[in-house]
């Protein structure tokens, strides 16, 4: 009965979002990607580029003058938030600091004026959702039980290298009995401490991404509620919680997390969407080694089979805008020297080209780009003893260091970033192959994780300075183009 007034809701919903487009085209664009891949630096550069007149020569119908402009408009959803452009956007631009990271859903309206080729002026309405891509990575748990899950996560927990993060967390969970009385504390805790493994994994050493629960992670505005106050258990994945027991109030928030978390997100929000991007900080995986690799490998496959799922049933293809467009994109492409730029992209397209390949039948078009929403580092040719070598110049965040050396957040600093291989397929087959990102000359500093400030912006004129960028306006043809001719 629950999914039969599901499916009601959605054809409903879905008819009122048919009616809107029908009289006014709109494009609802989800940007997505786990935390800190580049979320709000895309949309805020995205919003900023094409509102205050961007340098975009590969995006057709702007570059050819037929965007007459571009504004904000009230965003739909009352119940969303808004992305918080103006904030983001001082920040980078009179701060010169990256704005924070997306924690929630939240959305945003750009309203396009433009003309067709031939002639006729016409109004795209652009909907940006941005929400994290660790929520996706729930869909998996719809089908499971609290005992599978619990099983699995636990399994995965023992190996290398999550296991010694996991150290504490299974220590709580030795001395718990599942069998014994419901205990708030005892769930509080590991819940705590579970959440705490999950967050080491995370770490930009570790770059592990594949960590359902994901509003563990990314609470959005449920923080601390009790659908998402519970962890694994060692309990057998056939088995039968006791009624009353610790076993049983897991059991029952699981259950919740289902409910209230997982499924509202995917029919109010996840169904809804026409286009999608997913960026991943492919670069963050590689340096830290074939697991992340093989880990964002995961992630992103999981990810991808959640635009499989919205088509299957009859409702979805009457009614439901679908995703017909998904762009991967991997970002900070900045960080490497534009000779590296395309190698990037083929260690992205190499760690989703088995789910592609699962996903061809679903009539959507999936490329792949390396970018950089907002570039902050520019390119020089610098002396090394008697070699020039391509290097990128930027100002290291205060605090950054590198070689024994502490940066001011003031200086700019020439690194020699190292070559991407030209072919991906080594960096996936374990370790032996893989050497990270190789410094050109034996520099002992590890240049590579530097967080540089955003750059400092030139006014031309009386004009409006624009955010640089790398191939921002390849994504933005991928993705709208078509709805602009
Ligand atoms: P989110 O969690 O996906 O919203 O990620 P953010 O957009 O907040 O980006 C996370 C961090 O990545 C930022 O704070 C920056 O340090 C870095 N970053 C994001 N985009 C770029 C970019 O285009 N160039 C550079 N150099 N750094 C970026």
Redesign the pocket.
């Known amino acids: 009965f629950q999914d039969m007034v599901e499916e009601a809701r959605l054809s409903a919903r879905a008819l009122i979002d048919y009616g809107e487009h029908f009289f006014n085209p709109t494009v609802r664009l989800g940007v997505t990607?786990?935390?800190?891949?580049?979320?709000?630096?895309?949309?805020?550069?995205l919003i900023h580029g094409l509102t205050r007149g961007g340098r975009f020569p590969v995006f057709e119908a702007y570059a050819s003058g037929r965007i007459a402009r571009a504004h904000l408009a009230p965003q739909p959803d009352d119940a969303v938030p808004r992305f918080a452009y103006e904030n983001h956007l001082r920040a980078l631009v009179e701060e010169r600091r990256?704005?924070?990271?997306?924690?929630d859903i939240s959305e945003l309206r750009l309203v396009i004026d433009y003309q067709r080729p031939n002639g006729a002026d016409r109004t795209l309405t652009l909907d940006i959702v941005?929400y994290?891509g660790e929520w996706l990575l729930d869909l998996p748990l719809l089908q499971k039980s609290y005992e599978q899950w619990s099983a699995e996560s636990l399994a995965l927990s023992r190996e290398a290298p999550r296991a010694h993060l996991a150290t504490e967390w299974h220590a709580h969970l030795a001395t718990l009995k599942p069998g014994a009385r419901e205990d708030e504390q005892a769930t509080l805790t590991a819940a705590k401490l579970f959440t705490d493994y999950l967050r080491a994994c995370r770490d930009e050493r570790f770059a592990m991404s594949l960590l359902p629960p994901g509003r563990f992670l990314m609470p959005g505005n449920l923080a601390g509620s009790p659908a998402l106050t519970f962890a694994p258990l060692d309990v057998p994945a056939g088995g039968q919680a006791p009624e009353g027991s610790l076993w049983a109030m897991m059991v029952r928030r699981f259950e919740a997390y289902k409910d209230v978390v997982v499924r509202p997100f995917f029919r109010d929000h996840f169904a809804r969407l026409d286009r999608q991007i997913v960026?991943a900080?492919a670069l963050a995986a590689f340096n830290s080694g074939p697991e992340a690799l093989h880990d964002l490998e995961a992630a992103l496959a999981g990810i991808l089979d959640c635009f499989n799922i919205g088509r299957s049933t009859i409702l979805s293809s009457l009614f439901r805008p679908r995703i017909d467009r998904i762009l991967f994109a991997a970002?900070?492409?900045?960080?490497l020297h534009h000779s590296s730029h395309d190698r990037l992209e083929a260690v992205l397209r190499r760690a989703v080209s088995r789910a592609v390949a699962r996903a061809e039948d679903t009539g959507a078009a999936i490329d792949v780009v390396a970018?950089?929403?907002?570039?902050?580092?520019r390119e020089a040719q610098v002396a090394h003893g008697r070699d020039k070598l391509p290097s990128i110049l930027?100002t290291p965040?205060a605090g950054e260091s590198a070689g024994g050396e502490f940066f001011d957040g003031n200086t700019e600093v020439a690194t020699f970033p190292g070559d991407l291989p030209l072919d991906p397929e080594p960096l996936f087959n374990g370790r032996d192959a893989f050497q990270g990102l190789s410094t050109h000359a034996a520099e002992k500093s590890d240049f590579r994780f530097l967080?540089?400030r955003?750059p400092k912006l030139e006014r031309e004129g009386a004009d409006e300075p624009t955010l640089p960028?790398?191939r921002l306006d390849r994504a933005l043809q991928f993705l709208i183009g078509d709805k602009l001719a």
Do not use: E, Q
């Open positions: 990607g786990l935390s800190r891949a580049g979320k709000t630096v895309f949309i805020t550069a990256w704005p924070n990271s997306t924690v941005d994290p960026l900080d970002t900070k492409a900045d960080h970018l950089a929403a907002v570039r902050a580092t930027g965040a967080r540089f955003p960028h790398i």
